[in-house]
């Protein structure tokens, strides 16, 4: 392996070296604020157990720094990882920047759901089904999580049903249709199936729905059957903690490539795909071996880090999840229909959220306009089609590089690039045609 040639682009892991166990920020920083029940008292074990199954459960709570990765999810995983890690030497040129400012992106659209989410969606599968459960249930926004725990369900052999937000069943049938090729029931939430459905279709039957009242939905269905478990496809720790593969081999390339990252980025919405990527990074700085800025890029019309509060809040519109302390727009939040449908959540992880706060991360806002702008730049140069989503860390990074190039600072990116956007072109198209506002939640401006 030449790994001193400077002229490497891709740095390939082999499948022998993909790590085999997730590691838990938990062991590495100061105890959580608990999850808060109805009654605002620390929730129980035993009132999760209603809708997850015992080892993830354990994996919320647990300290313990590093969990071996069962050997039926590693065989599954390892169809699509190691994931690729690229420097985008064609997208710097592109940007016209000095020979000491590089960009390096890790790509996690490779599984055919096109997204991050498929890691954490085959050990949720795998682990109900080790509990007996035979049905999960869950909300999905942009039609990601719902694709990724579709295509889990059917290799896993559980059901899936799927509430998928009003505005994106609407603007993107392929993603129905892809969950229900996996064999998933899908229903345009909010439905007549659930009791928090009905009484917001009675009071506001056109309501484009939201991550949170889908989610409502799901865990109603989910607390009432005993057969059935309810699946979330970020915020909660084990989720997080199913991500950190994404960091771990971005530095096991990274040391490929013989370079370090001096920022890390990612976009946010609930915080799994930027965590996954951005806490072995911490961890690494807590072990001195990095310096890295780590940097979560999330949209000025959402901006739950930039612009919320940090407290206790519910994760979902009916108030049906624990109480938990993340920042927050509110759970009644009812955001503007962007297109990055995956970034519209009210609230945040709470990991990332505590890190945040304590400022050991840090956040940035972008309008949607210059991602679609810089998406289609980084498209054209790198051969790549990223999601809206995703597009947010790409405007992220070239703030970044711009600005190191400016001051004349030697700057290695590296940011994640968190799945593809072929199911996203009609956002793409409405870009091109002009179409796209951009608004500012905080200042309540449209430009
Ligand atoms: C869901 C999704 C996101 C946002 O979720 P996080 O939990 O913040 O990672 C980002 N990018 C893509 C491609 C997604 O599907």
Redesign the pocket.
């Known amino acids: 392996m030449s790994c001193n040639d400077t002229h490497k682009t891709r740095f390939v892991l082999e499948e022998k070296d993909m790590p085999t166990a997730w590691y838990n920020v938990q062991a590495d920083m100061p105890e959580m604020p608990p999850y808060l029940d109805g009654a605002g008292e620390p929730a129980r074990p035993e009132q999760l157990a209603a809708i997850f199954p015992p080892a993830l459960i354990e994996q919320e709570m647990t300290k313990e720094r590093y969990i071996d990765i069962p050997g039926a999810v590693l065989d599954i995983l390892r169809t699509f990882r190691p994931s690729p890690l690229t420097r985008a030497r064609m997208f710097e040129q592109a940007l016209g920047l000095p020979d000491n400012v590089k960009i390096y992106y890790k790509y ?2 490779i599984n055919a759901s ?4 498929a890691n954490s969606a085959i050990p949720q599968a795998y682990y109900n089904k080790q509990a007996g459960i035979t049905k999960l249930t869950t909300e999905t ?2 039609g ?2 719902g694709s990724a725990l579709s295509m889990a369900g059917s290799q896993l052999g559980m059901d899936i049903e799927v509430f998928m937000v009003g505005v994106s069943y609407d603007q993107k049938p392929y993603r129905r249709i892809f969950m229900e090729n996996y064999g998933a029931k899908v229903h345009r939430s909010p439905t007549n199936l659930t009791n928090v459905g009905r009484a917001v279709l009675e009071t506001d039957p056109d309501t484009p729905g939201t991550l949170g009242l889908a989610i409502s939905e799901a865990v109603e269905i989910a607390a009432t059957n005993p057969d059935t478990n309810y699946s979330l ?3 909660l720790n084990h ?1 997080i903690l199913h991500q950190t593969l994404i960091g771990q081999e971005a530095i096991l390339q990274m040391e490929l490539a013989e370079a370090e990252p001096d920022i890390v980025i ?9 965590s996954g990527l951005a806490f072995p990074y911490y961890k690494r700085r807590l072990d001195g071996k990095s310096k890295a800025r780590l940097l979560a890029a999330e949209p000025k019309s959402c901006p739950t880090l930039t612009g919320g509060e940090y407290r206790y809040d519910y994760g979902d519109e009916a108030k049906m999840t624990p109480q938990m302390m993340m920042y927050t727009l509110g759970h009644d939040f009812v955001p503007p229909g962007i297109h990055a449908g ?2 519209r959540y009210h609230g945040d ?1 709470p990991l990332l959220s505590a890190l945040v706060h304590s400022g050991d991360i840090e956040a940035t806002a972008v309008y949607q306009t210059d991602c679609f702008k810089y998406a289609l730049m980084f498209s054209r140069a790198e051969a790549m089609l990223p ?1 809206p ?2 597009s947010h860390a790409i405007a992220a990074a070239v703030q970044e590089a711009r600005a190191a190039a400016e001051e004349g600072r030697d700057c290695t990116i590296l940011f994640g690039l ?2 593809h956007g072929f199911f996203d072109l009609a956002a793409y198209d409405a870009y091109n045609q002009g179409k796209l506002q951009d608004f500012d939640f905080k200042t309540g401006t449209t430009r």
């Open positions: 996690e659209g096109g997204s991050h989410k926004g942009a990601q999580w496809g970020s915020v989720v990612g976009c946010c919405g609930g915080g799994s795909n930027f995956g970034l992880s999601a989503e995703s968190s799945g």
